[in-house]
């Protein structure tokens, strides 16, 4: 009787002060009229860049996999150098181009890229399945 009255009170106690789940909560997106999702992770404080602007990117890369983030195609820190591009001239996806815009340097932020805003199949070669949905988490570490 004692073993089922403290299991009771450590149930009740953990439902009450709202334990969380070890995966942690899902971003809440913000999306675009073009269907790209955003989350601003850390917001930056310098300025955002212009279009031609030089951008020095890190990055990760996953496939969405349920609603989150599945397995992982890139790690620019672990490969070594940044990504290195200019911003509006269609060098990077339109996700990309479309999500860094407004972003200040300094900033993180999650971009969730549907199909239509990420590679097209003959870009995506054997690590991207066809129509997939992409997250990326991209810090915006330069602007040159």
Same mark, same amino acid.
């Given at each position: 009787?004692?073993?089922?009255?403290?299991?009771?009170?450590?149930?009740?106690?953990?439902?009450?002060?709202?334990?969380?789940?070890?995966?942690?909560?899902?971003?809440?997106?913000?999306?675009?009229?073009?269907?790209?999702?955003?989350?601003?992770?850390?917001?930056?404080?310098?300025?955002?860049?212009?279009?031609?602007?030089?951008? !020095?990117?890190?990055? #990760? $890369?996953?496939?969405?996999?349920?609603? *989150? &983030?599945?397995?992982?195609?890139?790690? /620019?820190?672990?490969?070594?150098?940044?990504?290195?591009?200019?911003?509006?001239?269609?060098?990077?996806?339109?996700?990309?181009?479309?999500?860094?815009?407004?972003?200040?340097?300094?900033?993180?932020?999650?971009?969730? !890229?549907?199909?239509? #805003? $990420?590679?097209?199949?003959?870009?995506? *070669? &054997?690590?991207?399945?066809?129509?997939? /949905?992409?997250?990326?988490?991209?810090?915006?570490?330069?602007?040159?």
């Amino acid at each position: 009787m004692r073993a089922s009255i403290a299991c009771s009170m450590v149930l009740m106690s953990a439902v009450s002060f709202g334990c969380k789940s070890p995966q942690g909560s899902l971003p809440v997106w913000s999306t675009s009229p073009s269907g790209l999702g955003v989350v601003d992770l850390v917001a930056g404080e310098g300025p955002s860049p212009t279009l031609g602007q030089v951008c !020095v990117i890190e990055s #990760l $890369g996953w496939i969405e996999e349920n609603g *989150g &983030k599945g397995r992982l195609f890139l790690d /620019t820190r672990k490969r070594g150098f940044p990504d290195t591009f200019p911003l509006g001239v269609s060098r990077v996806i339109k996700g990309w181009d479309e999500g860094i815009a407004t972003m200040k340097q300094g900033g993180r932020r999650l971009l969730r !890229v549907p199909p239509g #805003l $990420g590679y097209s199949p003959q870009e995506a *070669g &054997k690590d991207i399945p066809p129509d997939a /949905t992409l997250i990326f988490e991209l810090e915006l570490i330069d602007l040159r």
